[in-house]
């Protein structure tokens, strides 16, 4: 059923738990990444490897990739450069 112009769909907003879970988990990223770099040294290399794409993700982003499809069902994935 749409809403009428001006009526919000969601008129109590966020729940408040779910805005102190955001908050708490912000509080704690100087941390998560002190982690992740400290991981960089790890014994096992699938670790290190982990850790040094969260943190490339993290400091400049995924990727950008297009997917392109035809009419015979041919995927084709794209790395944006």
Do not use: T, Y
Not at 20 to 42: S, T, Y
């Amino acid at each position: 059923m749409p809403f009428r112009k001006g009526q919000s769909g969601n008129p109590g907003g966020r729940p408040k738990q779910e805005k102190m879970v955001v908050e708490a988990a912000r509080a704690a990223g100087p941390r998560c990444v002190e982690v992740l770099v400290d991981l960089l040294d790890h014994n096992d290399s699938r670790v290190r490897m982990a850790a040094a794409d969260h943190l490339l993700d993290r400091g400049f982003g995924k990727p950008r990739q297009s997917i392109e499809s035809d009419m015979n069902n041919q995927i084709r994935i794209k790395f944006v450069e």
